[in-house]
C-alpha cells in the first residue's frame, strides 16, 4: 500500500508541471516528499514536491485528465492518495468528495525513463561536460522568469511553428526564436550569467515543445547545459528539478 497527503493546490501544480498532453504517470513517494519522472522522445522532465507520506512506494495513474478534472471540482484542502499495487484501484479522497479509478500497469509516459535516466547518469559522471557521448561545451545560469515568455509563442505565430536557441556568450543571452519567415517570428532574450563556454555562439533547432515545457519551470534561478546543435538542459538543485529537451536537425530558414 502506498498512501500519501498532499494539498490541492501542491497537486495541481505538480501534475501541471509535465506538459499539456501527459495522459498517464507514476508517482513514486518517499520520506517526505512525492517525486515523478516523465521520458519521451522529444523531452525528460523530473519534479519533486514536499507532502506528507504515510507509506513509501509508487502510484499508478492511468488517466490523469480524470484526476485533473476531479480536481477541478474543488478549489482547496488535502487530499489522500492510496493504491494498493500498480494496476489496482486508485484512490483519491478530498474533504467532501472522493474517486475512485481503475488503473493498468503500463504506463505510457514511462516508456522513455529507463533509457533517459541513463543518460542522464553519464551526464552527470561527466558533470554535464557531454551528452550520450557528444559535447556540452556551454553552462551558465538563468532565472525561469526570463524564459517564460516563449511559452506563449503560440499565440503570436501560430500553433505549429519550429523554435530554435543560441547560446550567445558575447551577449551574455540566450535566445530563443520561434516561427517563421513567412508566419513572422518571435524572440525571447534571457540573460545569461556565471556563463562557461567557447567565444562563439551555439545554435540548435527544436519545435513547438520546448516553448510548451519552458511554462511550468520552477521559479528561481536554473542551471543551463547545452552544446552546439545539442540538447538543452535545465536544472535547480534545490529542488531536484530537471529537464532535458532533445534537439532537432539545425536548418537555416
Known amino acids: 500500500m502506498t498512501e500519501f497527503t498532499i494539498t490541492h493546490s501542491k497537486l495541481k501544480d505538480f501534475l501541471n508541471s509535465f506538459g499539456k498532453d ?11 516528499c512525492i517525486q515523478a519522472s516523465v521520458g519521451k522522445d522529444t523531452h525528460f522532465i523530473r519534479r519533486k514536491v514536499e ?13 490523469l485528465v480524470k ?6 471540482t ?13 494496476a489496482s484501484t486508485l484512490h483519491i479522497v478530498a474533504p467532501s468528495s ?3 479509478l481503475p488503473t493498468s500497469s503500463y504506463i505510457q509516459s514511462q516508456d522513455k525513463v529507463g533509457l533517459m535516466g541513463r543518460l542522464i547518469r553519464e551526464a552527470e ?6 551528452w550520450a557521448g557528444f559535447p556540452l561545451e556551454y553552462h551558465a545560469k538563468v532565472t525561469a522568469d526570463s524564459l517564460k ?6 499565440k503570436v505565430v501560430g500553433s505549429k ?3 530554435k536557441t543560441e547560446f550567445d556568450p558575447q551577449g551574455a543571452e540566450l535566445v530563443i526564436r520561434g516561427g517563421s519567415s513567412s508566419k513572422g517570428k518571435m524572440f525571447v532574450r534571457a540573460a545569461l550569467i556565471d556563463i562557461e563556454s567557447p567565444d562563439i555562439s551555439a545554435r540548435s533547432a527544436f519545435d513547438y515543445w520546448l516553448p510548451e515545457l519552458l511554462e511550468n519551470l520552477p521559479s528561481g534561478e536554473l542551471d543551463i547545459h547545452t552544446g552546439d546543435e545539442s540538447v538543452i538542459v535545465l536544472k535547480q538543485v534545490s529542488t531536484d528539478f530537471l529537464m532535458v529537451v532533445i534537439d532537432q536537425e539545425y536548418e537555416e530558414d
Open 22 to 32: 501527459l495522459a498517464d504517470l507514476v508517482i513514486e513517494a518517499k520520506s517526505g
Open 51 to 63: 507532502c506528507d507520506v504515510s507509506q513509501s512506494g509508487k502510484v499508478n495513474i492511468s488517466d
Open 67 to 72: 484526476v485533473k478534472a476531479f480536481m477541478g
Open 74 to 86: 474543488m478549489k482547496s484542502g488535502d487530499l489522500k492518495i492510496t493504491q494498493s499495487g500498480k
Open 98 to 100: 472522493s474517486l475512485q
Open 125 to 130: 559522471e561527466s558533470m554535464w561536460r557531454k
Open 149 to 154: 515568455p516563449a511559452s506563449k509563442f503560440s
Open 161 to 163: 511553428f519550429s523554435c
